[in-house]
């Protein structure tokens, strides 16, 4: 009786089979990793679609007035006291904008960006508020009338951003200035000149120098729809401006200057 033996593989053949494979993984791994991209990009449009809805019922809410930035204790008074510090968006002294947004959002997680790698110091989420528009506070300080803003469907509301609050100035200069203050994809090359605060160097060069969509930034503007900007063109409307209130220069930070 004539045992037939099996044919393995040659090496050659075994070689060929895993030249293959590898060859599809470098097609479709790049293609994976752009699909996830994608999706955070997409659920990232979604929390800042829901916090400019959360602004425009704020600004019905409250006299068509944008909210502040940060605002005392002292000047909010009430339940705001008794937040505790150590909770998100506080500080001793302060409560800042995601928390007074939260009666809308009725969630803290869609102030974190899906595509950071630095969560902020201080617990401000991953979403900066022009200053222009959505102004620091104070006891003497008005907010601003959305009346006021003559076009806000073209004015930088709030974006993906280092800290809860920017102006032109910290999109143009992000290297030297205060804490993280920062544009997504603006970096240097190296973030050793951003002072660390509470953050790594690597969690802050991918954030800073790589960006977080594509090069890009997701952006709501001043009556509350949201896209996605070049982090290029987010930085070149900042650098129209010579300083961080912008003055009279027409520019998509200025809420005060028509730029329709």
Known sequence: MQIKQRRG????????????????????????????????????????KQIGLGVMMYVQDYDERYPFNSQSRATLGGEWVSVPSNADFTSTANIFWPLLLQPYTKSAQVFYCP?????????????????????????????????????????????DAGIYKMNPTDAKRGDSGAGCNYLPGTGPGTAANLPAMACTTSELNADYVSGRH???????????????LKSEIVYSEAAKCSSGTCGSTKSAWNALVDNS
Do not use: Q
């Open 9 to 48: 593989f040659t090496l050659i053949e075994l070689l060929v089979v895993i030249t293959i494979i590898s060859i599809l993984a470098a097609i479709l791994f790049p293609v994976f990793a752009r699909a996830r991209e994608n999706a955070r990009r997409a659920s990232c449009m979604s929390n800042l």
């Open 214 to 228: 594509f090069d890009g930034v997701n952006m709501v503007l001043g009556d509350g729809h949201v896209k996605w």
């Open 115 to 159: 595509s950071s790698s630095y969560v902020s110091n201080g617990n401000y989420g991953n979403y900066g508020a022009n200053r222009i528009i959505i102004k620091d506070g104070s006891a003497t300080a008005t907010s601003v009338n959305i009346a006021a803003v003559p076009s806000p469907s073209s004015i930088y509301m709030m974006m």
